[in-house]
């Protein structure tokens, strides 16, 4: 069974910075895309960033210039480097691994806090 954990979360003041980590575990058919997806109350689930199997990447505008994703292949591992944190940052960033053979997997969050 396919886990995926995420880790790096907290509340941070805008500015700020943190470092979000995901780590897949379990048999999975290669990683085709990793992605970072984010939900604030009220709100719904929206792409923040992904990267391919290639090393290509794609952000959503709201992150350009602040947020930087990237992947360890041999660790089954994706990170989110996230600068100039600002208050509408805030929500449950998850974590999302589309596996060779067309799988989804989701991880189950973590809260990402930016204060004023």
């Known amino acids: 069974q396919v886990q995926l954990v995420e880790s790096g979360g907290g509340l941070v003041q805008a500015g700020g910075s943190l470092r979000l980590s995901c780590v897949a575990s379990g048999t999975i058919f290669g990683i085709n895309v990793m992605g970072w997806y984010r939900q604030a109350p009220g709100k719904q689930r929206e792409l923040v960033a992904v990267i391919f199997s290639s090393g290509s990447t794609g952000y959503a505008d709201s992150v350009k210039g602040r947020f930087t994703i990237s992947r360890d292949n041999a660790k089954k591992t994706v990170y989110l480097q996230m600068n100039s944190l600002k208050p509408e940052d805030t929500a449950d960033y998850y974590c999302?691994?589309?596996?060779?053979?067309?799988?989804?997997?989701w991880g189950k969050g973590t809260l990402v806090t930016v204060s004023s």
């Open positions: 999302k691994l589309v596996s060779g053979n067309g799988m989804n997997y």
